[in-house]
């Protein structure tokens, strides 16, 4: 078939159906009211139903929004069967005043919409959606679907899969909820960055203690903690704690002004650290200190601070183990002395990250299909932000290839004010999913994939 003719003609209906989605404020928070997710959950079981997915199911779990679980049979005995995840309850719009339009008013803008959620990720969804349609509900491939409805808020869906593996069974997964490097550019992301985080507190005095009868020999908390802080990176600002895995980048990446558009660093501000981005970003540790507890300027007396803590969180490297660049961490921390005073270093929650082996035929499948859809090679490239759900769906199908695309793409402003998703993207996954499912299902049938 001419996928892309045939995308082309579903375009008006599943950007219709994008706009009914989005206009549906799921937050699966805690404190936002749980009828929109439901009312969310049940639009995409009527949609899938139409789509011809007849067998369609409900996982409820405690305190978790209901997961749905679709299933088409492989249509023959020898055609593989693919996992298509997504998920349909959004992040909270934040400060509304930020917004140029309502978030939960699909607005158009330039190549597409705006609105909380329409790219993560609702247009994932959608493209799932366009494929199975594209195919008239009977894909060359066997199919299961999971949409989640609480992605953005931890749930126990996390840890589940593994503990219903047989439900889970696949031989890929498109794990779709990123997107590409920018428009246009096809992307698989192949690494995802682990994640820690480190609590380390400092007292010195049992009370604040005026700064010039005292200051000069009481010991200050506060200073004893930026001294502790400034261990933990060199000169260049490379991370300084021993035993966390850096290495080199080998995919694709940003150019240094699309990093500095896309992170907003101010003019005249270098960016932080040596080597390549991707080693910095993806490759490599990061620790950034995400909060100091110390008293506030306006309000600060001449003191000596008694007591400062601070709340580090620390990204490594995708294969790294979790306890040990979270123990590199603490043992650091624990090991300095500044000016004499101990540290007292609290290890925090963690998560693990994720490498996809990129050898196998869906990847090879994927590869030829991301070009088809966007023309040009697929880059790889990892990402910082974690998908706990994707260690979760790899344990319980461990042979199975993880493939993570999708419609969002990195300029699309996930989880922040204006969120957008770009028609073109849209589309492009659409006609990637349809020839992934083809291409794959062929190389079964070639005998390519044993
Ligand atoms: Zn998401």
Redesign the pocket.
Known sequence: MELAAVVDGLMDGLVADLERLAAIPSVAFPGFPAEPVHAAHDLLTGLLRDAGVERIERIDLPDTAPVIFAEIPPPTPDAPTVLLYS?YDVQPPGDERLWLSPPFEPTPVEGGLRARGIA??KSNVIAHLGMLRAYGGRPPVGVKIVFEGQ??YGSAFDTYPPTDPERFACDAMVVA?LGNLRPGTPTLTTGLRGAAEVVVEVRTLREPRHSGEFGGAAPDALLTLLTALSTLHDVHGDVAVDGLRREEWAGATYTEDEFRELAGVVGGVPLTGSGSLGERLWSGPAITVVGVDAPGVDHAASAVVPYARAKLNLRFHPLQDPHEAQGRLVDHLRALRPFGVPLTVTPGDTGPGYEAATGGPAYRAARDALARAWGGEASYVATGGS?PLVNGLARAAPDAEVLLFGAQDSMCN?HAPNERVLFSELRGTVVAMCAFVENYAAAFRAGDAA
């Open positions: 998920h993560d990720d992605e953005e909820d998908i996930l």
